[in-house]
T-cell receptor
Framework: GDSVTQMEGPVTLSEEAFLTINCTYT??????LFWYVQYPGEGLQLLLK?????DKGSNKGFEATYRKETTSFHLEKGSVQVSDSAVYFC?????????????FGSGTRLQVQP | EAQVTQNPRYLITVTGKKLTVTCSQN?????MSWYRQDPGLGLRQIYY???????DKGDVPEGYKVSRKEKRNFPLILESPSPNQTSLYFC??????????????FGPGTRLTVL
């Protein structure tokens, strides 16, 4: 079945550091890939998405590129801020399942220190 | 404002006492879904609905029921809650169930504790 693997956290960085959160997936066909962010006490918000190979999703300074050859969708940001502290979820949505469910990774907590 | 709302946000109950968590969306979305979030497991789908009167099981449906009588509402029912259903629950919706590229929009979550 489909699966998403994320690096375990927490990831602790100083403000203005470079961020990478690794995400790899297993799926049949060509899934759509998503990064969601969950701020403390809140629901999930879509951060960015990519729907086909080599697409780059970007939002709020975050970027991720859909790499079919390595089945990866790593999240990057050049300079993190304290306000980026949250839990980040990588997810995929397969094209060939009727459920159209999102398959989530376990989440990576990011802590940014001033 | 386009949104998915859930009620209640927090609930503490006892084993066996039936409860309902409501979910409503104002975006005229066809697809709605319930997930539960548990530490280290990410989110797992409980039930989903492709449209009114069309519902089906997700990955972890045991102990839950749903209904979809109206397009905007998708309540989650726990007929006889047990402690292993203590979790954080999210409702989500997207425009069309048939497209894998649609964005799913999530509600704020309901934290349920079953004693």
């Amino acid at each position: 079945g489909d699966s998403v693997t994320q690096m375990e956290g927490p990831v602790t960085l100083s403000e203005e550091a470079f961020l990478t959160i690794n995400c790899t997936y297993t799926a049949t066909g060509y899934p759509s890939l998503f990064w969601y962010v969950q701020y403390p006490g809140e629901g999930l918000q879509l951060l960015l998405k990519a729907t086909k190979a080599d697409d780059k999703g970007s939002n709020k300074g975050f970027e991720a590129t859909y790499r079919k050859e390595t089945t990866s969708f790593h999240l990057e940001k050049g300079s993190v801020q304290v306000s980026d502290s949250a839990v980040y979820f990588c997810a995929l949505r397969a094209m060939d399942t009727g459920r159209r469910a999102l398959t989530f990774g376990s989440g990576t907590r990011l802590q940014v220190q001033p | 404002e386009a949104q998915v709302t859930q009620n209640p946000r927090y609930l503490i109950t006892v084993t066996g006492k039936k409860l309902t968590v409501t979910c409503s969306q104002n975006m005229n979305h066809e697809y709605m879904s319930w997930y539960r979030q548990d530490p280290g497991l990410g989110l797992r789908q409980i039930y989903y609905s492709m449209n009114v009167e069309v519902t089906d099981k997700g990955d972890v449906p045991e102990g839950y029921k749903v209904s979809r009588k109206e397009k905007r509402n998708f309540p989650l029912i726990l007929e006889s809650p047990s402690p292993n259903q203590t979790s954080l629950y999210f409702c989500a919706s997207s425009l069309k169930g048939g497209s894998g590229t649609d964005t799913q929009y999530f509600g704020p979550g309901t934290r349920l504790t079953v004693l």
